[in-house]
């Protein structure tokens, strides 16, 4: 059984910035696609930031583009996401998930159906 989990999560000022990470049991995560995504209370879950297995790959939502990064070590098994310059409309569970279904040197995909294992969430909660 796959288990993922994040941590990292906070309350933090506007303006301030978070390092979340997602760590896996096993080597799933050194293998394979992983996507961040968010879900604010009364609003659907949206993609936020995902890399490709090799690393060499990287998409990102454009509301955050440009302040979020994410990257991947593959000895630890972990995938950060590097928040910085937060909004209040950032505040949201923040999941990581794994997508199995692409290709390891491949575009990763910001379709959440593409992702099959899913953590529990870290809570990110930006004041203004």
Known sequence: QVQLVESGGGLVQAGDSLRLSCAASGRILSSYA???FRQAPGK???????????????????????????????????????????????TAVYSCAVDRSTYFYNRPNVDSRSYDYWGQGTQVTVSS
């Open 44 to 90: 659907e879950r949206e993609f936020v930031a995902a890399v490709s297995g090799s690393g060499g790959n990287t998409v990102y939502a454009d509301s955050v583009k440009g302040r979020f990064t994410i990257s991947r070590d593959n000895s630890k098994n972990t995938v950060f996401l590097q928040t910085n310059s937060l909004k209040p409309e950032d």
């Open 34 to 36: 992983v996507g961040w």
